[in-house]
């Protein structure tokens, strides 16, 4: 009886981890590395797809499902168990994921076949997820059944997204039983349209999240955990306010599924209770096609997964998610148009973390106008563009082209999908029996260890934070638990890191300056060159984004 954590490992991206029981091999997530973790673990599957009999899925988003059609693509032909929600959604968005690959490859051999290299393949197309859906079984929350021999399940609401849970494993061999909670990704309290998470009692060993496992999120004055629609909608009304009145529009780059739904569910609640009335109409432009196939798919999956209050409009005959001023844009002539328009607008589009898709025009028409308001409102990993203009980038390049940042940047902490550290501590608080064991995954490197070791002093718990690819025999008796002291060598390996990686970069820098130097001098003896102007140009652009860089850390110890 093993399990192996293949990613989500010291990552918050591609989470993929294996268990082994009674001869089978199932995988809990097959998501897709985004950011600095693809860089980290790779994109392809560390295992042959005909090596894998289940597949068991905590919920659509593609850092957890957005491998399965490369896994089937390799020979999976086991089923997928997920709630129906989360079947539906994927259905969706691992078409979407497709097209993604599809497109990206074609750019990438535009390039290859001018530079004379071979071409490549998408890591899976379009057809490849139409197949995938094939394999997928949806499941109720709460129902126990039996997946294999010795292996049973049950998924429980993890009030993350539509459909998201936390799955419950009963494992027997050889006379020898455990029991596993998978937390998935934790939902933060009173999250518009769905549910709370749902708390568990008892389990043997926890594999939990801890993406926001060392932060609180900001909350009103009145401190509690639990936020109310109306004082959510009231950080984005104001934000709204103060940019229509400078004449800008407010730019989200949202995730399609889950977080555009939450925003449009605040939107309505803004303008039909006239929390603006200043502001006679706010148009709404949901500029992404999966966002609205998406909303579709919130709109016919209520029973069984939308909160109260979004139930009590459902019964006055109300969609929650729908109001006169929105207006959704399909093809790609309306998505442009968006970019002429003169009245201010708000405008929500996808990808949520602006590494691909409509926000990157967006974006390159907004962030230089100081009048606009970029507003983020779900987690940004390292590497992407969003997590750089959240982290106070002055300039970034957008289809390869320079963009000052002169707009407001804000982060909307009132409607995270995820726990913060409160939460997390609540979650794992809940078993009234101690778990033997928990291991703590889906959090960047530092914080994954830092929260294991916190939660081993605090509560007292054997945590620890496995590495990639790290395996561990579920049957021992001694599992490995991170010591407060741990955090410091921890603490003191990522500094000699960063400060070698510093080097690298520098080294690099060095070699890009002497290029320019040693074309220089050829220019010089050849004063008839073209190419003393554009040279020049080139090191003045060059110069300048190396001073703003020490202007920005110039105060810095």
């Known amino acids: 009886m093993k399990l192996t954590f293949f990613g989500g490992a010291r990552t918050v991206t591609g989470s993929c981890t294996m268990i082994e029981c009674a001869g089978k091999r199932l995988l809990v997530d097959c998501g897709l590395p985004q950011g600095h973790d693809e860089k980290k673990i790779g994109l392809e599957l560390p295992f042959k797809g005909t090596e894998i009999d289940y597949v068991l899925l905590t919920h659509a988003h593609i850092d957890h499902s957005g491998r399965i059609p490369l896994l089937v693509g390799d020979g999976f032909r086991g089923t997928v168990h997920s709630t129906e929600a989360t079947a539906d959604l994927c259905s969706i968005m691992l078409a979407d994921s497709g097209h993604i690959q599809e497109m990206e490859t074609e750019w990438i051999n535009r390039k290859r076949k001018r530079a004379g290299k071979p071409l490549v393949e998408p890591l899976y197309t379009v057809e490849d997820a139409k197949k995938a859906m094939d394999l997928f079984s949806g499941h109720p929350y709460g129902v126990r059944f039996t997946v294999d021999v010795g292996i049973e399940v049950e998924f429980i609401d993890a009030g993350h997204l539509l459909g998201s849970s936390s799955i419950q494993v009963w494992l027997t061999e050889a006379g020898q039983s455990r029991h596993l909670v998978f937390s998935g990704d934790i939902g933060n309290l009173d999250q518009p349209i769905i549910n709370d998470p749902v708390y568990m009692k008892e389990a043997d060993i926890v594999i939990m999240e801890s993406t926001y496992g060392d932060r609180l999120h900001d909350k009103p004055e009145h401190k509690s955990q639990r936020v109310s629609t109306e004082e959510r909608s009231k950080e984005l009304a104001d934000i709204i306010r103060d940019t229509f009145q400078k004449g800008g529009n407010v730019i989200i780059p949202s995730f399609a599924v889950g977080r555009t739904q939450e925003l449009l569910y605040l939107l309505r609640h803004i303008i039909t209770h006239h929390m603006l009335e200043e502001i006679p109409t706010i148009p709404v432009f949901l500029d992404s096609p999966l966002a609205i196939e998406a909303t579709k798919i919130f709109s016919r999956n209520i029973e069984g997964y939308f909160d109260d209050e979004a139930m009590e409009l459902v019964e006055k005959g109300l969609n929650p998610l729908i109001f006169d001023s929105l207006t ?147 049957l021992e008796e001694e599992l490995p638990a991170a010591k407060e002291e741990k955090l410091w060598y921890a603490g003191l390996e990522d500094l000699k890191d960063a400060l070698n990686r510093m080097d690298e970069v520098f080294s690099g820098i060095r070699v890009v300056s002497d290029r320019m130097k040693e074309h220089g001098n050829q220019v010089f003896k050849d004063p008839s060159s073209r190419d003393a102007q554009r040279l020049a140009n080139a090191i003045v652009r060059f110069s300048e984004e190396l001073e703003s860089l020490r202007g920005r850390w110039d105060a810095a110890d």
């Open 328 to 474: 959704t844009t399909v093809t790609a002539d309306e998505s442009r148009a968006l970019n002429r328009r003169e009245e201010s607008a708000v405008i929500i589009s996808s990808s949520g973390m602006c590494e691909a898709g409509r926000i990157k025009h967006h974006l390159k028409h907004n962030l230089w106008r100081a009048e606009s308001t970029i507003v983020f409102c779900g987690y940004q990993a390292n590497g992407t563009l969003g997590r750089s203009i959240l982290d106070g980038a002055e300039k970034v390049t957008i289809f390869g082209e320079h963009i000052d940042i002169r707009a407001s940047v804000r982060k909307l902490e009132g409607i995270s999908g995820h726990a913060d550290q409160e939460g997390l501590l609540k979650w794992i608080s809940s078993f009234s029996k101690r778990p033997r064991q928990v291991f703590v995954v889906h959090g960047e490197e530092q914080v994954a260890q830092y929260f294991a070791g916190f939660i081993g002093s605090k509560l007292d718990l054997s945590a620890w934070a496995p590495s990639p690819n790290e395996s561990f025999d579920l």
